[in-house]
């Protein structure tokens, strides 16, 4: 009879060793496919904010792109503001620039293309107005004056103990002469340059009177 029990013992032992084995492997199991998901869903949501990111990134330059690549033809009302650094130099409507341009159609690429090409970036752009400025803090030798140019004409500059150019009077702006797109293009970029400087002003009108005689 004693050894009716003891079989008996262990072949309930090993059912419940088998069942705690079971239960193991099952916990075991719930547990991978619990990581499974848990590490589905963190992929999903990280390449999820990429997409988007992009996506959103690509949307932005995309709406840039549309608003600088706008080939509608303009009012003839709109205004054209030119600022250098910050100060406004020049307001205009559109029609004067097609006439002092002798252009009949223009669009906003072509504006803002025309203006870049002198150095100019758009700061607003609307249909009624557009702002451009142009950033020109030039250095240069101190106490001299220059050659240079003023709304496409001619002018003399000085420069202060800092090297900063300014015009000292309007009178220093010939408006009355010649523009400097008659000259030949390396000398315009010279004059755009301040390339020829002088100790005094009178030196520089006379190299600037064979420009505009």
């Keep these: 009879m004693n050894n009716n029990f003891q079989e008996y013992n262990e072949k309930e032992y090993n059912n419940v060793e088998k069942k705690e084995k079971k239960k193991s492997i099952r916990n075991k199991v719930t547990l991978?496919?619990?990581l499974l998901i848990v590490c589905f869903f963190s992929?999903?949501?990280?390449?999820?904010?990429?997409t988007n990111s992009k996506h959103k990134d690509v949307s932005d330059n995309q709406s840039k792109t549309i608003v600088y690549n706008n080939t509608n033809s303009l009012s003839d009302d709109m205004k054209i503001i030119l600022k250098v650094d910050g100060i406004v130099e020049t307001s205009e409507t559109l029609k004067e620039f097609k006439l002092d341009n002798n252009i009949d159609n223009v669009n906003e690429q072509f504006l803002i293309d025309y203006y870049a090409s002198k150095g100019y970036s758009v700061e607003s752009l609307s249909e009624k107005k557009v702002v451009l400025n142009k950033d020109e803090e030039v250095i240069l030798e101190p106490n001299k004056y220059y050659l240079g140019e003023k709304d496409g004409y001619f002018a003399i500059y000085k420069s202060d103990e800092n090297g900063k150019v300014f015009i000292e009077d309007e009178s220093d702006v010939y408006r009355s002469s010649k523009m400097v797109n008659t000259i030949p293009k390396d000398d315009q970029e010279a004059i755009k340059s301040f390339k020829f400087g002088y100790d005094t002003k009178d030196e520089a009108k006379e190299i600037l009177s064979g420009y505009i005689s």
């Design 32 to 34: 991978f496919i619990v």
């Design 43 to 50: 992929t999903y949501f990280i390449v999820d904010r990429l």
